[in-house]
């Protein structure tokens, strides 16, 4: 026999600790399979660098000056060829698969014998830590956008006791919205990532660069930045999937009266 109880005139059942244990099996197993598909995000990007490796000599002298181009050397920045390094970076940086800036050390790690045409974008996130006063503010707020996104994930997976025309709270806001708030918290870095490329172009101009090879690079840099677009997008899509299945294998459901018979509403 299942106990029901009323609220606000209506009659509800209440569903079960097996139901709840059915929709996080189901909202862990969409979530994941959303989360599976951002390989594919970046498969555009990887492939479009591979093909910029043979030319990597256009772009290697002016980027190698890059960094007192846009006047960061009079503020400590300097280009490490991870080529060169033994240990203390992992293979990506040593193979020229990845390259990043590092603010605590104020240091751009590359593979500059591979690929250079990507050391623009990397001095784009010095001049944000450096002379950016937004880009600053964004760079601190990845982190912590990245934590949200993982609580949203968490949040999705809570209980919904109460019935859905219940007075809602901050509590249950924020679990009906957790896909986007997810979505969000990825934002900061998707804005400082295009900040970072914009201003790599610009100081790739003032090196030098020609307007064809200049637009290699923006094609680069746009299949770059749809890598972490796409992170943010999968992201709110798995959260926010797996607080629909939630809601619907937690939140009690109405009984209706219909000529004698009861239906589920």
Same mark, same amino acid.
């Given at each position: ?121 990397? +001095? ?12 600053? +503010? ?22 919904? #006791?109460? #019935? ?23 934002? #900061? ?49 798995? +959260? ?26």
């Amino acid at each position: 026999m299942v106990n029901s109880f009323y609220y606000d005139g209506n009659q509800y059942i209440p569903k079960t600790q097996g139901d709840s244990t059915k929709g996080f099996i189901l909202a862990s197993i969409a979530s994941s399979a959303i989360m599976g598909t951002l390989p594919i995000c970046g498969k555009p990007f990887e492939r479009q660098l591979s093909k910029e490796i043979p030319n990597n000599h256009l772009y290697k002298d002016a980027f190698l000056k890059s960094v007192e181009t846009a006047g960061l050397d009079s503020k400590g920045v300097s280009i490490v060829p991870a080529q060169r390094l033994a240990v203390g970076v992992g293979a990506d940086f040593i193979e020229g698969r990845n390259a990043c800036y590092v603010p605590t050390t104020k240091q751009i790690i590359i593979n500059t014998d591979k690929i250079s045409i990507a050391g623009f974008h990397e +001095v784009g996130h010095a001049l944000n830590h450096q002379t950016g006063k937004i880009g600053k +503010v964004l760079q601190k707020l990845r982190g912590p956008g990245y934590a949200l996104a993982g609580l949203m994930g968490t949040i999705a997976l809570f209980s919904r #006791p109460k #019935p859905k025309d219940a007075p809602r709270s901050g509590g249950d806001f924020i679990r009906d919205n957790c896909g986007k708030i997810a979505f969000l918290g990825w934002m #900061p870095t998707v804005i400082e990532e295009a900040m970072a490329s914009y201003k790599g172009v610009k100081v790739a101009r003032k090196s030098g660069i020609a307007e064809p090879l200049i637009k290699n690079m923006k094609k680069l840099y746009a299949k770059a930045l749809l890598t972490y677009a796409g992170r943010a997008t999968a992201t709110g899509l798995a +959260v926010g999937a797996a607080s629909m299945i939630m809601e619907k294998f937690t939140r009690p459901q109405r009984v209706e009266e219909d000529d004698g018979f009861y239906l589920f509403g």
